[in-house]
């Protein structure tokens, strides 16, 4: 797994090493090393890894997330495999990361299927990382999970560079269930 960002290197050389099922974090984001070139097109040496099996990941983080690209690149179908956060203590509480239901929220807003958003923070990830008992509810599976609302309400997000949507949906957590012990999120904020 790699991350990228400013250059050096360029994300053409980065690319270039990488081989099916290496994963790039950080796909969405809005520096001018990203996936995206000056047409607001993915670049094709991105889609050309894409095709070799190249995996992307959100990995929203601090300076790692940005709305027009990842609305563009949905638009492309280019669309990442995975929703992970890149968080951290200021991030968590300052923003604009916050968790990772705001970071599903934030996917909602990109044009991405609530049905696509929970393979990608279950399913996908635990294939990629060949977590064979994690990943989906079946029987001999471990059953962890998070348990959410949807609510109809209007909620203002903001990306890391500072750009904010508005969105009609809420992702609540409700409780999590790991190991068979159920943990209501009162009782986590405490």
């Given at each position: 797994?790699?991350?990228?960002?400013?250059?050096?290197?360029?994300?053409?050389?980065?690319?270039?090493?990488?081989?099916?099922?290496?994963?790039?974090?950080?796909?969405?984001?809005?520096?001018?090393?990203?996936?995206?070139?000056?047409?607001?097109?993915?670049?094709?040496?991105?889609?050309?890894?894409?095709?070799?099996?190249?995996?992307?990941?959100?990995?929203?983080?601090?300076?790692?997330?940005?709305?027009?690209?990842?609305?563009?690149?949905?638009?492309?179908?280019?669309?990442?495999?995975?929703?992970?956060?890149?968080?951290?203590?200021?991030?968590?509480?300052?923003?604009?990361?916050?968790?990772?239901?705001?970071?599903?929220?934030?996917?909602?807003?990109?044009?991405?299927?609530?049905?696509?958003?929970?393979?990608?923070?279950?399913?996908?990830?635990?294939?990629?990382?060949?977590?064979?008992?994690?990943?989906?509810?079946?029987?001999?599976?471990?059953?962890?999970?998070?348990?959410?609302?949807?609510?109809?309400?209007e909620k203002y997000l903001i990306d890391s560079n500072g750009n904010e949507a508005i969105v009609s949906k809420e992702i609540q957590p409700t409780m999590t269930i790991v190991g068979g012990k159920v943990y209501p999120v009162e009782e986590a904020k405490q």
């Open positions: 797994m790699v991350h990228i960002g400013s250059a050096p290197p360029t994300l053409d050389e980065v690319l270039s090493l990488l081989e099916s099922g290496d994963i790039v974090t950080h796909c969405y984001n809005g520096k001018p090393n990203g996936i995206m070139d000056k047409n607001e097109k993915v670049k094709p040496f991105v889609l050309d890894a894409y095709s070799r099996g190249i995996l992307f990941d959100i990995g929203h983080g601090t300076d790692s997330f940005n709305f027009k690209v990842g609305k563009k690149s949905v638009q492309e179908n280019f669309l990442c495999q995975t929703i992970i956060t890149d968080i951290y203590h200021r991030n968590r509480e300052n923003g604009p990361v916050f968790d990772l239901a705001t970071t599903m929220e934030k996917a909602l807003y990109l044009g991405i299927s609530l049905e696509n958003i929970l393979k990608m923070v279950t399913e996908n990830p635990a294939k990629n990382f060949h977590l064979t008992t994690k990943g989906v509810l079946e029987v001999g599976k471990n059953a962890d999970l998070t348990l959410f609302k949807i609510k109809n309400k």
